[in-house]
């Protein structure tokens, strides 16, 4: 019995491409270890919100929900 949808990673293999996205690395996919992943919005784009990242070769998806950019509005300020 086929299930329709979106197929998902184990909590484990998002773990460790959602870590490669943020520290900026090539993404290989950790299921079918293939460097198809495409990502949404693109790393160029700003990424606030929610990022989304599928492999096309397994349809695997992983996303995960980024701050708005480093550069808050409200720095806390020292001195
Ligand atoms: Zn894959």
């Given amino acids: ?3 329709r949808g979106i ?3 184990r ?3 998002a773990l460790l491409l ?3 996205d943020r ?3 090539p993404l290989v996919c950790p299921s079918c270890s ?11 784009e700003e990424p606030a919100g929610r990022v989304t990242l599928t492999c096309r070769t397994c349809s695997r998806t992983a996303s995960y929900l980024v701050r708005a950019s480093m550069s808050s509005p409200e720095e806390p300020r020292h001195g």
């Fill in 1 to 3: 019995m086929g299930r």
């Fill in 7 to 9: 197929k998902e990673y």
């Fill in 11 to 13: 909590a484990a293999e």
């Fill in 18 to 20: 959602i870590a490669a």
């Fill in 23 to 25: 520290d900026h690395r």
């Fill in 34 to 44: 293939t460097p198809s992943i495409d990502r949404s919005p693109k790393r160029n």
